[in-house]
């Protein structure tokens, strides 16, 4: 069975681009998250899917950030425009229910230069 | 707002040593601690997960203790291996349902 997968792999754009990353969860995984640390930091949490549904979007950092899931599948993060301090990695989780093990994908590198 | 603390922040220890890594949380109003793994350049690898209600868990060599009285979890790693470098992540599941991360433990086992 396929695990959480993240696209693209490593991405360095200008400031003031827009970027979208995506996340494909565990078939049948209701439960989708964000994190992202930036360097030197802790991972932090940044947003939470039921289905389709934000259940809890309290660590998106700004209105900058933009988080879908369209269909309750895969979700999309978009940062438009992008910051500088919008450097680090993003990291997508999924979890078949709220308490239970939570599966991360390999991550997203985000570099704005 | 829950706080986890992960010491020491890096341990190099020499191959076939038993080893003990700690975790604190600040809010024992958890519904899981969960270790992960994470190698250089690549994603978390969900090492154990315990629930509230339980004190251990147990796969292979990893063994990890929860304590939510005293907000305390151990990972304890036997007859470590090379293979085994990498940074350990403990992370809390709170009352959000969002996971609260410590800063890792880097641990390095020279051959």
């Known amino acids: 069975e396929a695990g959480v997968t993240q696209f693209p792999s490593h991405s360095v754009i200008e400031k003031g681009q827009t970027v979208t990353l995506r996340c494909d969860p565990i078939s049948g995984h209701d439960n989708l998250y964000w994190y992202r640390r930036v360097m030197g930091k802790e991972i932090k949490f940044l947003l939470h899917?039921?289905?389709?549904?934000?259940?809890?979007e309290s660590g998106m950092p700004n209105n900058r950030f933009l988080a879908e899931r369209t269909g309750g599948t895969y979700s999309t993060l978009k940062v438009q425009p992008a910051e500088l301090e919008d450097s680090g990695v993003y990291f997508c989780?999924?979890?078949?229910?709220?308490?239970?093990?939570?599966?991360f994908g390999q991550g997203t590198r985000l570099t704005v230069v | 707002k829950q706080e986890v603390t992960q010491i020491p922040a890096a341990l190099s220890v020499p191959e076939g040593e038993n080893l003990v890594l700690n975790c604190s949380f600040t809010?024992?109003?958890?519904?899981?601690l969960q270790w992960f793994r994470q190698d250089p350049g690549k994603g978390l690898t969900s090492l154990l997960l315990i629930q509230s209600s339980q004190r251990e868990q147990t796969s292979g060599r990893l063994n990890a203790s929860l304590d939510k009285s005293s907000g305390r979890s151990t990972l304890y790693i036997a007859a470590s291996q090379p293979g085994d470098s990498a940074t350990y992540l403990c992370?809390?599941?709170?009352?959000?349902?969002?996971?609260?991360f410590g800063s890792g433990t880097q641990l390095t086992v020279l051959p």
């Open positions: 989780a999924s979890s078949f229910t709220r308490n239970t093990e939570a599966f």
């Open positions: 899917f039921v289905k389709e549904s934000k259940q809890d």
């Open positions: 809010d024992s109003a958890i519904y899981n």
């Open positions: 992370a809390a599941l709170g009352s959000a349902r969002q996971l609260t």
